[in-house]
């Protein structure tokens, strides 16, 4: 799994589907040995770790690779990386990388592929978990009116997301310091103020600043509380919200700058629940892409 985009409506559904079941305590293990491993070349705390917890559940080998101690160091290509394992016997990398499309470079390489975030690219599994997130708290898409704030520009998370939710009919409006948007940017939806769009959504998904990913031009010259004042979710503003209105973010969380802090884990958050579904949405992510490849589970 690639590209959110890639997925039919119905694929999602599907994955959605399994995610759900396995939330609800279903259980599957794989038949006969699989060996996988996390090929993480970018920081993690989440999407690493879950998908180390739902490789588990799914009774999979789970083949430690730590980059710092590998080869990579020694300058081995991301090719020459993923043919080794291939080589070796493993049947499926999950890999994080800080160069968009990376995995473009593996066609002639039969192994599965799991996009575990690929520069300002994609994140799939992070939209598949917020997609489960949103669907049981309003068992549906259709017509839902989701706002996404902040870093629009530099996050895999936004991006996928807003053309994902669209496809299945959502309404996707857009907030943060205009110089995080361009026409490209905004094409999967509507910019509002953060004043307004707080009181017209459903959900409020908030997004971290990505400063690792700016040039220096990109730079916002704005202090924390100034950039909380102006683009945060603020108490005042959480109290504008639409009654049954959600909250959201990926995480990590900068506490008192895109978020209060006393509202991270408020009655509207539903932050620490995205990360709960993480595993239930990676275990389908993972059956999924193993059983296009021949591997049966029972
Ligand atoms: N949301 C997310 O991708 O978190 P990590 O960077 O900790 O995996």
Not at 159 to 185: C, H, I
């Amino acid at each position: 799994m690639l590209r959110t985009a890639d997925l039919s409506v119905e694929k999602i559904n599907k994955l959605l589907q399994d995610a759900d079941e396995f939330s609800k305590g279903k259980t599957l293990k794989a038949k006969g040995e699989i060996y996988v491993s996390n090929l993480f070349f970018e920081d993690s705390t989440r999407t690493k770790t879950s998908f180390d917890v739902a490789e588990r559940k799914l009774g999979l080998n789970v083949v430690p690779f730590d980059i710092s101690a590998s080869s990579v160091n020694k300058g081995e290509s991301l090719y020459d990386t993923v043919k080794t394992l291939k080589s070796i016997g493993l049947d499926l990398c999950v890999i994080r990388h800080k160069k968009e499309k990376f995995y473009d470079e593996f066609k002639g390489i039969d192994i599965a592929i799991i996009n575990g975030g690929d520069g300002t690219g994609n994140h799939p599994s992070q939209n598949i978990l917020d997609l489960m997130t949103i669907q049981q708290e309003f068992g549906k898409f259709k017509g839902l009116k989701v706002g996404i704030v902040g870093d629009v520009k530099h996050s895999r998370v936004a991006n996928s997301n807003a053309e994902v939710l669209r496809k299945l009919g959502a309404k996707v409006y857009f907030s943060g310091p205009e110089q995080w948007f361009d026409e490209g940017t905004i094409i999967n939806g509507t910019y509002l103020s953060i004043d307004d769009l707080v009181k017209e959504v459903d959900v409020v998904m908030l997004l971290r600043i990505q400063h690792e990913r700016h040039d220096s031009d990109e730079k916002l010259k704005l202090s924390s509380d100034k950039y909380h004042r102006q683009f945060g979710l603020t108490t005042e503003r959480e109290k504008a919200m639409k009654k049954d209105a959600i909250i959201m973010h990926p995480a990590p969380i900068n506490r008192g700058v895109e978020i209060a802090d006393e509202l991270v884990e408020c009655k509207r958050s539903r932050i620490f629940k995205q990360m709960e579904n993480g595993v239930f949405a990676r275990m389908a992510i993972l059956k999924t892409a193993l059983e296009a490849k021949g591997f049966e589970f029972e």
